[in-house]
C-alpha cells in the first residue's frame, strides 16, 4: 500500500497510543510523519524510528496542546522539516473526571484548551498550507453523542463540540477540495483506556461486539479518511466504537 506517496502530515500527540498507530499506519502508506509529543521525549523518538524503519521521513515535535504559541509552531515546524503539510489529524486529547458540580476551574479549562481550543488552533494554523486533496482528521469520542453515565459531562461536551466544528469547516474548506472528517472511538486499549482498567467493565457490558478496541482498528479508519478511496467523504462522523452507540 502507497496510495499516500508523497504526503506530509502532522499527528498531534502521537508518541503513545491511538496517535503512535495513526502515525505509523500513515507511514506504512508512504507518508512522511512529524508527531508532537508532550513529555514522551522517549516514546516520541521510538516512533520516528519506526516510521524511518518503514522508508519514511518522520519528525518529533515538543508540543503543549494547551500552549497556543505551541500549537501553531508545531505546524510551522512540520511545513519546514517536511516541505509541506498534507494532511493533519487532531489526536491530543485529555480526560478530566468528575460531576459538574465538583469540577474545579483549572480541570474545565485543561478539558477546553487540549480537546477543543488545540483542535480549531491547528487546523487554523494548517489550512494556508493545505493544497487539492488535503485532509483534516480529528479524533473525538463516542461519548459526544452519548453521555451514558455520570462524570465525564465537561468531557463530553468538549468532545460534541468536535461534531460541528467538523461540519463548518467541511463546509468552509469544500470548495478547496480539503476534507474534514471526524473519527469517534469508543473503549480503545491504550495507557488512557486500558482493556482492563476500572471502567472497561461497565464500557464492554454496553458493547455489542464485546470487546475493547485496538488503536489499529482507529488508525486504520484514519489512513482511509487520509487516502484517495475517501475522496468523496467530508463533513462525516466514523465511529469506531463496537457498536456502544448503537
Known amino acids: 500500500m502507497n496510495e499516500l506517496a508523497g504526503k506530509r502530515a502532522l499527528v498531534t500527540g502521537a508518541s503513545r497510543g491511538i496517535g503512535a498507530a495513526i502515525a505509523l499506519a500513515l507511514a506504512g502508506r508512504g507518508a512522511d510523519v512529524a508527531i508532537t509529543y508532550e513529555r514522551s521525549a522517549d516514546r516520541a523518538a521510538e516512533v520516528v524510528r519506526q516510521i524511518e524503519a518503514k522508508g519514511r521521513r518522520g519528525l518529533a515535535l515538543q508540543a503543549d496542546s494547551a500552549d497556543p504559541a505551541a500549537v501553531r509552531r508545531s505546524v510551522e515546524a512540520t511545513v519546514e522539516g517536511l516541505g509541506g503539510l498534507d494532511i493533519l489529524v487532531n489526536n491530543a486529547g485529555i480526560a478530566r473526571g468528575g460531576t459538574v458540580a465538583e469540577m474545579d476551574l483549572a480541570d474545565i479549562d485543561a478539558l477546553l484548551n487540549v480537546n477543543v481550543r488545540a483542535v480549531v488552533l491547528a487546523s487554523q494554523a ?121
Do not use: W
Open 126 to 246: 494548517a489550512i494556508p498550507h493545505l493544497g487539492s486533496g488535503g485532509r483534516i482528521v480529528t479524533i473525538g469520542s463516542c461519548l459526544a453523542e452519548r453521555v451514558p453515565f455520570p462524570g465525564v459531562t465537561v468531557y463530553s461536551m468538549t468532545k460534541s463540540a468536535l461534531l460541528a466544528f467538523t461540519r463548518g469547516l467541511a463546509r468552509e474548506l469544500g470548495a478547496r477540495d480539503i476534507t474534514v472528517n471526524l473519527v469517534q472511538p469508543g473503549g480503545t486499549d491504550t495507557d488512557m483506556n486500558p482493556a482492563d482498567g476500572p471502567h472497561s467493565a461497565g464500557i464492554l457490558a454496553h458493547t455489542p461486539l464485546g470487546r475493547y478496541g485496538t488503536p489499529d482498528d482507529v488508525a486504520a479508519t484514519v489512513a482511509f479518511l487520509a487516502g484517495p478511496a475517501a475522496r468523496q467523504i467530508t463533513g462525516t462522523t466514523l465511529t469506531v466504537d463496537g457498536g456502544l452507540n448503537a
